[in-house]
């Protein structure tokens, strides 16, 4: 029988170190806004609850697509459609630790709770 290829020991180790990063802020320039996944439709779509009170189809935009898995109660960083209110992209996925630094430093509003 062939022998078991050695594992790398830096891997092993790397992936111990537990790294603190800030989380990304939503820009006002940018037209950004918190939201709260609230049903999952398929095909990359989801429905979501945004930070100004308003429901909108939201869609993973496409560089996102398989490297970030979205769930049902996540909190999202959505970018509405400037021709189509009610429909917006998901930028990016807040991670526990992101979600809970953000609502320390007050990014949340009544719309959006846990």
């Known amino acids: 029988m062939a022998k078991k290829p050695k594992k790398s020991s830096k891997k092993r180790t790397a992936g111990g170190d537990i790294q603190v990063n800030r989380a990304r802020v939503p ?10 996944v609230i049903k999952i439709l398929g095909n990359e779509r989801m429905r ?7 429901e909108r189809l939201g ?6 697509k398989k490297r970030m898995w979205v769930r049902l109660g996540d909190l999202v960083l959505v970018s509405p459609w ?25 990014f949340f509003t009544e719309y959006l709770d846990f």
């Open 48 to 54: 979501v609850r945004c930070a100004d009170g308003k």
């Open 59 to 64: 869609r993973i935009r496409g560089k996102l």
């Open 27 to 36: 820009r006002r320039e940018d037209n950004e806004i918190l939201g709260i």
């Open 82 to 106: 400037d021709f189509q209110d009610d429909r917006c992209d998901i930028i990016h996925r807040y991670r526990q630790t992101e979600s809970a630094w953000l609502e320390r430093k007050g």
